[in-house]
């Protein structure tokens, strides 16, 4: 198995014929496009990372993913909704949790919203380990739900192939996919003084 980035994968799909293998979806919440070339190789592109896995033959695929079938995948954030209906209701919550929990007036889904909470966290001198535990799983839809109404973006579920779990995806207007759950772990974990919730949304919109 290799992997191919974005680019190369929309080359592939545009100069091949390619057979569409809905079959190899592992169930209905797999949002992955699953294609076979005339070679044999089979093509698993999925919406909100930027490579897509590229296998010899069905047996690779098999060999390494055929396990999924029998068991079912993890949502990201560890004991919340994994379907999308669930993830919404998440969605209508999080103002209200994260007022509660931080003791402010509810912020609006917008880049202002965003940058009043880094404020927000910084006037508290909240801890890496607070966010970690406590407010990561209320931002994550925060700063999702921000974006997709600031730049009239759509709401997915991914299943995360490797990792076998249910990832929030945001997908653009002009086709651009855009998952800020790893950012907001990456960044806040690299260096929680200088983190901020607003740039980390602005580098996923800026690195395409």
Known sequence: MKTI?????????????????????????????YYQLET???????PGVKHSHLLDDEDEYFEKFGHLKKSKPKFILNGFPDS????LQLVTQCQKKLAKILNT???????AGLKKLDGILKDLKISLQFYNET????????????IIKECNGRLVMNFNL?????????????????NVFIDLSEEANEDFTTFSIYSTSQLRLQSF
């Open 40 to 46: 044999g190789q089979i093509l698993i592109d999925v």
């Open 135 to 146: 407010l990561f799983n209320w931002i994550v839809p925060f700063v999702t739900e921000t």
């Open 162 to 178: 490797k990792a076998n779990v249910i990832e929030p995806c945001i997908i653009l207007p002009d086709a651009r996919e855009i």
């Open 105 to 111: 007036d509810e912020l609006e889904f917008s880049f």
């Open 84 to 87: 999308q209906v669930g993830y």
């Open 5 to 33: 980035n974005k680019q190369e994968t929309k080359e592939l799909i545009e100069s091949s014929r390619l057979k569409k293998r809905d079959d190899l979806k592992h169930a209905q919440w797999d949002s992955a496009s």
